[in-house]
């Protein structure tokens, strides 16, 4: 059982970035997936996550109107996509499997995270 995540790098302030979060060893189609993410001295947070259909999606209030979350269960990824981005999402961020189907916001409700991937925002 694996989650991997990727696309994080280095950007400018205003730019974009797009995460992917690939699984292996089990499915996400029946499960909610969600990002989190973890700054330096702090605790990790939610970011974004969505149903296992797709058809419904949470956002931190954070990342609302920037960050976008999908998935395409046919090929076991879910993405985010980030735009607008600034200093303050400097985070190592981290894709986890739900143990339900809905969406939710706490880390002890995820059973499988990935390793995280770092993503750095320059002012």
């Known amino acids: 059982v694996q989650l991997q995540a990727s696309g994080g790098g280095l950007v400018q302030a205003g730019g974009s970035l797009r995460l992917s979060c690939a699984a292996s060893?089990?499915?996400?189609?029946?499960?909610?997936v969600g990002w989190f993410r973890q700054a330096p001295g702090k605790e990790r947070e939610f970011v974004a996550g969505?149903?296992?259909?797709?058809?419904?999606?949470d956002y931190a209030d954070s990342v609302k109107g920037r960050f976008t979350i999908s998935r395409v269960n046919a090929k076991n990824t879910v993405y985010l996509q980030m735009n607008s981005l600034k200093p303050e999402d400097t985070a190592v961020y981290y894709c986890?499997?739900?143990?339900?189907?809905?969406?939710?916001?706490?880390?002890?409700?995820?059973?499988?995270w990935g390793q995280g991937t770092l993503v750095t925002v320059s002012s």
């Open positions: 060893g089990l499915t996400f189609s029946n499960a909610a």
């Open positions: 986890a499997r739900a143990f339900g189907t809905m969406v939710r916001t706490t880390r002890d409700e995820y059973a499988y």
């Open positions: 969505i149903t296992w259909s797709g058809g419904s999606t």
